[in-house]
């Protein structure tokens, strides 16, 4: 399902139902009508900011599913470790001996954080702050 033309589907339905022609862009008609450059009612005003929240939930939803592997693992990495200089690599070879090769998807990489990487709580103070480094 293409989420995009199914809410531009439901938008010019609404604009045909208000009789609102031409149909510009849900944003533009709503600033339009803020600020008395169009007439439409409180309640299409409503409408227009309720269907906004929707698009931008779906836009959210579509670039959280288009991330890239790599981009996935990084959000990991800043997570997990982002406090430590090291990568994955080098700090699951150097903690527990395991060797991470450049296949490794990003739910096999989360699982190995979620069992062996001690959240920061552990490694670092509650303030998220290494143990190592002074606060002047």
Known sequence: ??????????????????????????????????????????????????????????EDHEHKMSKTEEEKCMELWHDYMEWDKRGFSEFFLHEFGITIHDCITYKQLKLLCELLIPHAKTYYNPNGIPKNIKRW
């Open 1 to 58: 399902m293409d989420t995009y033309k199914v809410l531009t589907k439901i938008y010019e339905t609404w604009g045909e139902i208000n009789r609102i022609s031409p149909l510009p862009s849900a944003d533009d008609l709503r600033f339009d009508a803020l600020h008395g450059r169009t007439s439409i009612s409180n309640k299409q005003i409503k409408w227009l900011e309720k269907f906004q929240r929707v698009w931008a939930v779906a």
